[in-house]
């Protein structure tokens, strides 16, 4: 592809004011992405891995992927990459802070991503890429309508029903000028087995799609659509862990002998890429690790003793809390191990507030959200903030109705919207919702009582009565409800043009933070999310010197470069981080 960076607009920038802010309250975009294509030989092709790696730690992308060239007749590339954007604007920031560390040959290249499906979970390690270029011959519109028409069936059948693949990204320049312009098909099989049998489960796609007169008028015309420029083989690359110089290099302070037992959530690989991290450093220490239960039975495995150590992707329940309380008579230490990402699907993703993009608002205060979303009560939680003293309910968090936000008016809104209801969407699943009542309600349960309740497409029953309880509904509705707010998924809500994201402020603060990979990534977003390790710690008293030792290697740089390695997570700031180390003393 052309490089075509000199095209990318340049966004202006006010003296002293981040660009984040700047954009707050803005309609709701749709992702924009680059293609980063490293010819076979250039120069700059040793630097690219790791300028991937900083941008995405930074946020300066919201998500990337590298792929290496393994096998052709005649290699397109050596390395490409694909980088995505919350929006065009975010594009020409990188333009401004990313684009000049490019290596000499490398070539960036706006595009649109025209169709895509992906199946989760997935392990792209092991998978087996090929990425076809070809040379556009049509007009844009028609080429849309072909890759609508024609490769998205094709591959939804080689996704769906023979399962060989296991994702797929079509994607074409934003810079088309005059025919022949240029697209890119990636196509990702499970494995090489799955690999071996692309001709056959292509064919058999093609033979059923065939009866289906619009797909077969396409692929009769498709040699006048598109020409194949090149097939590459290709293989996922991991990209290295970023240096995490201003982070704590580990140091051994005790000789670590004998069994730490794990029970609870893998965290996308991370626990375990954690417990090898720290064998080579105490190689006589073992691990007795089951991820079966996942994040639902991590705490109980503390609570009946028989683990020592209890990694969750979830926020923990009041549910899982008191059962531990009631036999040891505190709650577990929770531990904050890595920072959630910005929106990948599967990793632990903020919720963003999204009202109507005529709502005159631009920006809320945590404390107007949960006035807004929860109800009066009588108490609220507060476990585990200070290891010291275990407050559990208490009236401190107590509020009245009288606090309560019910109409846009109380917000300062004026005109027609004075009057009106706030109607309340979100969503019920626990583990999405439980985190929202512990950042707003103090884990209470009392919702505003209009609270629209939906789950994601993939909790909702099959058929007629789960279509009115997806978060597509909601985000359809929501988009029509002009004096509506919810809380979404960011990768949801996105392609949702009469939404827009409000920014956040903490607490009562007038500090607004929108949200950004930027944002997450540092941990001023409000909403974050946390992955946690829960331990059994008696208030006063040391915590057993194996699993000290072992936390202290994961909350040190060593660590953190593994927790960033995964590609889920982003490593905790310096700052934080030593709010961990605290509570393991």
């Given at each position: 592809?052309?490089?075509?960076?000199?095209?990318?607009?340049?966004?202006?920038?006010?003296?002293?004011?981040?660009?984040?802010?700047?954009?707050?309250?803005?309609?709701?975009?749709?992702?924009?992405?680059?293609?980063?294509?490293?010819?076979?030989?250039?120069?700059?092709?040793?630097?690219?891995?790791?300028?991937?790696?900083?941008?995405?730690?930074?946020?300066?992308?919201?998500?990337?992927?590298?792929?290496?060239?393994?096998?052709?007749?005649?290699?397109?590339?050596?390395?490409?990459?694909?980088?995505?954007?919350?929006?065009?604007?975010?594009?020409?920031?990188?333009?401004?802070?990313?684009?000049?560390?490019?290596?000499?040959?490398?070539?960036?290249?706006?595009?649109?991503?025209?169709?895509?499906?992906?199946?989760?979970?997935?392990?792209?390690?092991?998978?087996?890429?090929?990425?076809?270029?070809?040379?556009?011959?049509?007009?844009?519109?028609?080429?849309?309508?072909?890759?609508?028409?024609?490769?998205?069936?094709?591959?939804?059948?080689?996704?769906?029903?023979?399962?060989?693949?296991?994702?797929?990204?079509?994607?074409?320049?934003?810079?088309?000028?005059?025919?022949?312009?240029?697209?890119?098909?990636?196509?990702?099989?499970?494995?090489?087995?799955?690999?071996?049998?692309?001709?056959?489960?292509?064919?058999?796609?093609?033979?059923?799609?065939?009866?289906?007169?619009?797909?077969?008028?396409?692929?009769?015309?498709?040699?006048?659509?598109?020409?194949?420029?090149?097939?590459?083989?290709?293989?996922?690359?991991?990209?290295?862990?970023?240096?995490?110089?201003?982070?704590?290099?580990?140091?051994?302070?005790?000789?670590?002998?004998?069994?730490?037992?794990?029970?609870?959530?893998?965290?996308?690989?991370?626990?375990?890429?954690?417990?090898?991290?720290?064998?080579?450093?105490?190689?006589?220490?073992?691990?007795?690790?089951?991820?079966?239960?996942?994040?639902?039975?991590?705490?109980?495995?503390?609570?009946?003793?028989?683990?020592?150590?209890?990694?969750a992707g979830d926020d923990a329940k009041i549910t899982d809390m008191m059962p531990f309380f009631n036999?040891?008579?505190?709650?577990?230490?929770?531990?904050?191990?890595?920072?959630?990402?910005?929106?990948?699907?599967?990793?632990?993703?903020?919720?963003?507030?999204?009202?109507?993009?005529?709502?005159?608002?631009?920006?809320?205060?945590?404390?107007?959200?949960?006035?807004?979303?929860?109800?009066?009560?009588?108490?609220?939680?507060?476990?585990?903030?200070?290891?010291?003293?275990?407050?559990?309910?208490?009236?401190?968090?107590?509020?009245?109705?009288?606090?309560?936000?019910?109409?846009?008016?109380?917000?300062?809104?004026?005109?027609?919207?004075?009057?009106?209801?706030?109607?309340?969407?979100?969503?019920?699943?626990?583990?999405?919702?439980?985190?929202?009542?512990?950042?707003?309600?103090?884990?209470?349960?009392?919702?505003?009582?209009?609270?629209?309740?939906?789950?994601?497409?993939?909790?909702?029953?099959?058929?007629?009565?789960?279509?009115?309880?997806?978060?597509?509904?909601?985000?359809?509705?929501?988009?029509?409800?002009?004096?509506?707010?919810?809380?979404?998924?960011?990768?949801?809500?996105?392609?949702?043009?009469?939404?827009?994201?409000?920014?956040?402020?903490?607490?009562?603060?007038?500090?607004?933070?929108?949200?950004?990979?930027?944002?997450?990534?540092?941990?001023?977003?409000?909403?974050?999310?946390?992955?946690?390790?829960?331990?059994?710690?008696?208030?006063?008293?040391?915590?057993?010197?194996?699993?000290?030792?072992?936390?202290?290697?994961?909350?040190?740089?060593?660590?953190?470069?593994?927790?960033?390695?995964?590609?889920?997570?982003?490593?905790?700031?310096?700052?934080?981080?030593?709010?961990?180390?605290?509570?393991?003393?």
């Open positions: 592809m052309n490089s075509a960076l000199n095209a990318l607009g340049r966004v202006s920038r006010r003296a002293g004011f981040p660009l984040a802010l700047l954009l707050a309250g803005t309609a709701l975009a749709a992702p924009s992405y680059l293609v980063i294509t490293v010819p076979v030989a250039a120069p700059g092709a040793a630097a690219l891995p790791a300028l991937l790696a900083d941008w995405r730690m930074h946020g300066l992308v919201s998500d990337d992927f590298l792929l290496a060239s393994t096998a052709a007749k005649a290699p397109a590339f050596d390395q490409v990459a694909v980088l995505e954007f919350p929006d065009e604007a975010c594009v020409a920031r990188w333009q401004q802070a990313g684009a000049p560390a490019l290596g000499a040959g490398v070539i960036a290249t706006p595009v649109d991503r025209l169709v895509h499906g992906e199946t989760f979970p997935r392990d792209s390690t092991k998978a087996t890429f090929v990425v076809a270029e070809y040379d556009v011959l049509a007009s844009p519109e028609q080429y849309r309508a072909y890759a609508e028409g024609y490769v998205a069936p094709e591959m939804e059948a080689m996704r769906t029903q023979t399962k060989v693949l296991t994702s797929y990204f079509l994607y074409a320049a934003k810079d088309k000028g005059s025919a022949p312009w240029q697209s890119m098909l990636v196509m990702e099989f499970r494995d090489s087995v799955a690999f071996g049998r692309r001709e056959e489960t292509m064919k058999a796609a093609r033979d059923e799609l065939a009866a289906v007169p619009a797909w077969k008028a396409l692929s009769d015309t498709k040699a006048t659509i598109r020409k194949e420029a090149s097939l590459t083989e290709a293989a996922w690359q991991l990209l290295p862990a970023p240096p995490l110089a201003e982070l704590p290099s580990y140091q051994p302070e005790y000789h670590v002998i004998g069994t730490i037992r794990v029970l609870g959530s893998f965290l996308k690989f991370a626990t375990a890429a954690l417990e090898d991290g720290f064998l080579k450093y105490q190689p006589d220490a073992q691990f007795a690790s089951n991820f079966t239960t996942s994040s639902e039975g991590a705490i109980g495995g503390l609570c009946t003793g028989i683990s020592d150590l209890a990694p036999v040891y008579g505190y709650v577990p230490t929770e531990i904050s191990v890595a920072t959630g990402d910005y929106e990948k699907r599967g990793a632990l993703w903020p919720a963003v507030i999204v009202v109507n993009k005529d709502n005159p608002i631009a920006h809320l205060k945590m404390d107007e959200l949960d006035r807004i979303f929860g109800a009066e009560r009588t108490g609220g939680w507060d476990i585990g903030n200070n290891p010291e003293h275990n407050i559990l309910y208490s009236a401190q968090f107590a509020r009245g109705p009288e606090t309560n936000i019910r109409t846009w008016g109380q917000l300062g809104v004026t005109g027609e919207w004075a009057d009106k209801p706030i109607q309340t969407y979100g969503y019920c699943a626990p583990g999405f919702a439980v985190y929202f009542e512990r950042k707003l309600l103090h884990w209470s349960t009392k919702y505003n009582p209009n609270f629209k309740e939906y789950v994601e497409p993939k909790e909702a029953e099959p058929g007629a009565d789960g279509k009115p309880v997806s978060s597509d509904r909601m985000l359809d509705e929501l988009s029509a409800d002009k004096f509506g707010i919810g809380w979404a998924a960011m990768f949801h809500a996105q392609f949702y043009p009469n939404l827009k994201v409000l920014a956040i402020a903490p607490g009562t603060s007038d500090h607004y933070v929108d949200y950004t990979p930027e944002n997450v990534s540092n941990r001023t977003y409000p909403l974050k999310r946390d992955c946690y390790f829960y331990v059994n710690k008696e208030p006063g008293r040391p915590l057993d010197p194996k699993l000290r030792e072992f936390l202290r290697f994961v909350l040190s740089r060593e660590g953190q470069q593994i927790v960033a390695h995964t590609g889920f997570m982003y490593p905790l700031t310096p700052e934080y981080l030593a709010e961990q180390l605290k509570k393991l003393d």
